[in-house]
């Protein structure tokens, strides 16, 4: 997983469970369409912003930076970080004791891989609400007074993904599993593996266009017809993050 979409329409477009105040937040903010490394995107997180001890909607940057980081980047990729090794991890573990978080998303891309060339599918609910992932998020701040708030997308094996896709992705959480993940009652990766719940999934075939990080519109989410189209129609200053995907 390294695109993914937040465009949601009504509260309807929301699991019934879901707080009234987090559904609120999340329609105040724009859709985005093509949410890529380093994009803004909208996550439910505890610790953040005035309410410690509470939880808030707050605008982050995808791909957690670590706090002890000298440089507001990484050498590595950071948008996902897999269940199994985050608690552990010199990135991920401080952010796993003290600053969870949710990510809502409407659906997201994943590549088939079993295509050659490889092609883009998009992932959403059947039912069409939207999807809650589990996520870590950390504030960087660098001595000159830069900051950042950014985050991490939790991934596992997950056999509810549609075929042909791989069976691998975020780990979804119901909206009574995401509070209890927010306020740190699921302290280890396998209480988290409990509770987590993936609904009903589909995927179709979509084009090429999420391979220009500047394309952010609805279009992209129409579908495509691999076998029509060409490799050669994709932008030739693609970044190539969508290929490098294993989850």
Not at 129 to 147: K, R
Not at 164 to 182: H, I, N, Q, R, T
Request: proline share 9%; charged share 25%.
């Amino acid at each position: 997983m390294r695109r993914f979409v937040q465009a949601f329409a009504s509260t309807d477009s929301f699991p019934d469970a879901l707080l009234a105040e987090v559904s609120a937040a999340l329609l105040g903010g724009e859709a985005r369409y093509n949410i890529g490394k380093d994009g803004p995107a909208w996550v439910w997180a505890s610790g953040a912003g005035e309410t410690p001890n509470g939880s808030v909607v707050a605008e982050m940057q995808w791909g957690l930076l670590p706090r002890w980081s000298k440089q507001p980047t990484t050498p590595y990729t950071t948008v996902t970080a897999r269940l199994e090794r985050a608690a552990g991890s010199r990135i991920f573990a401080d952010a796993w004791k003290k600053r969870r978080c949710v990510v809502p998303m409407t659906g997201y891309f994943k590549w088939d891989r079993q295509r050659r060339p490889p092609w883009p599918m998009f992932v959403q609910r059947q039912d069409g609400l939207a999807l809650l992932a589990a996520g870590l998020w950390e504030h960087w701040q660098h001595e000159d007074g830069q900051q950042r708030d950014t985050f991490s997308v939790l991934t596992d094996a997950n056999p509810s993904i549609p075929a042909p896709l791989s069976p691998d992705g975020p780990v979804f959480l119901e909206p009574a599993a995401a509070a209890a993940w927010l306020s740190g009652a699921l302290a280890t990766p396998a209480q988290l593996k409990r509770r987590a719940s993936t609904p009903p999934l589909e995927a179709y075939y979509v084009g090429l266009g999420i391979r220009d990080a500047r394309r952010d519109d609805y279009t992209l989410l129409e579908p495509a017809d691999p076998d029509v189209l060409h490799a050669e129609d994709a932008p030739p200053d693609w970044d190539g993050d969508a290929l490098d995907d294993d989850a």
